[in-house]
């Protein structure tokens, strides 16, 4: 089975970034790594451009990603607004969003998770049934900024109740600070996998990493090993949530992919554009780039 390398860098790699990225130049970066192969991406979110500016412009973004053969687009929408938007805006996907600790649930969305549960519970219900697809993010599923470290027991309780809301939607289990250890990644995603397999064998847990303490791809690994085939990256290693402090860049898609190829999985992606795209993002005014294949010249020549 091919790995589905899923890139979020025109969303979360860029929503950080202070100076405001033209439309332009984002639209320029979904169509080269649409070039270089990448098939699903995370466009941008229709959240308040009072919180976060730099995701004003995702309807034009989205336009344009529509055009592209074969790409499916995913949106974030932090509450039903923003879920109407995407889908009247006719992105493929919806992406909703909670953190598993109550402290980072109350620092990125200002609620507690029950009721962020239980207004997400109603927006994964009518996106359903109007036909869009569904990507569950639960945030802070390894450490919390403000918590620590969290109990396996707690992501897989929340892991659960997302589980009985549809039995078609993926569920992302994110290290949003990048300070999960490849053990704990192993044993979560091994009990969500074993206890909650996809609908007609389909793909259902996705991983979402950050690479904070360099880690990101020894965990992408380990989530690997024990049977999960949706990786978020982010071409350049872009990224960092604004309310996790001290996180970073999300792991690098050349990383990822260089990792996949070195295993001999499949990801049907243009290595040679993959780094093109990469260069590209890095070089963006106000991106703070990660990753290391971009500065090894072995594997840049390969």
């Given at each position: 089975?091919e790995?589905i390398i899923?890139?979020v ?9 202070g ?5 332009e ?14 098939r699903r991406?995370?466009?941008g979110?229709f959240v308040?451009p009072?919180?976060i500016p730099?995701?004003?412009d995702?309807?034009?973004v989205l336009?344009?990603?529509?055009a592209l053969p ?8 932090p ?5 109407e938007?995407a ?6 996907r919806?992406?909703?969003?909670m953190s598993?600790?109550?402290s ?11 009721e962020?549960?239980?207004d997400?519970?109603g927006?994964?219900r009518?996106?359903?049934?109007s036909g869009?697809?569904v990507?569950?993010?639960l ?6 900024p403000?918590e620590?470290v ?7 309780d ?19 600070t990048?300070n999960?250890?490849p ?8 009990h ?11 793909p259902?847990?996705a991983?979402h990493?950050?690479d904070?303490y360099?880690?990101?791809?020894a965990?992408?690994?380990a ?14 290693g872009l990224?960092?949530c604004p309310f996790?402090?001290?996180a ?9 992919a ?8 499949g990801t049907?992606?243009d ?5 093109e795209?990469?260069?590209?993002a890095?070089a963006i005014?106000?991106?703070?780039p990660?990753g ?5 010249p072995?594997?840049?020549a390969?």
């Open positions: 089975m790995a899923s890139e860098a025109p969303r979360d790699g860029l929503q950080s970034i100076p405001f990225v033209a439309t130049t984002k639209i320029e970066l979904v169509r080269k790594l649409h070039a270089a192969g990448l991406m995370e466009i979110s308040s009072r919180a730099q995701m004003a995702t309807g034009a336009k344009a990603a529509l074969g790409l499916e687009s995913t949106v974030l929408a509450n039903r607004r923003g879920f938007m889908r009247d805006a006719g992105a493929h919806v992406g909703v969003f598993v600790t109550e980072h649930n109350k620092a990125n969305v200002n609620r507690t998770r029950e962020s549960f239980a997400l519970s927006i994964v009518d996106a359903v049934a869009m697809k990507r569950f993010n945030s802070c599923a390894f450490h919390c403000f620590g969290v109990p396996e027991h707690d992501a897989l929340w892991v659960e109740r997302v589980v009985a809301l549809d039995p078609t939607i993926e569920i992302a289990i994110c290290d949003t990048g999960a250890a053990d704990q990644v192993g044993r979560v995603f091994g969500a996998i074993r206890s909650w397999p996809g609908a007609d064998g389909k259902r847990m991983f990493g950050h904070t360099g880690l990101g791809v965990n992408c690994a989530a690997w090993e024990v049977g999960c085939r949706v990786i978020d990256s982010a071409a350049g990224g960092g996790a402090p001290g970073t860049g999300n792991v690098a898609t050349e990383d990822v260089w990792l996949m190829r070195r295993m001999g999985v049907g992606i290595w040679k554009a993959l780094l795209a990469a260069d590209f890095a005014p106000g991106a703070l990660g290391r294949m971009r500065a090894v072995a594997a840049r390969a």
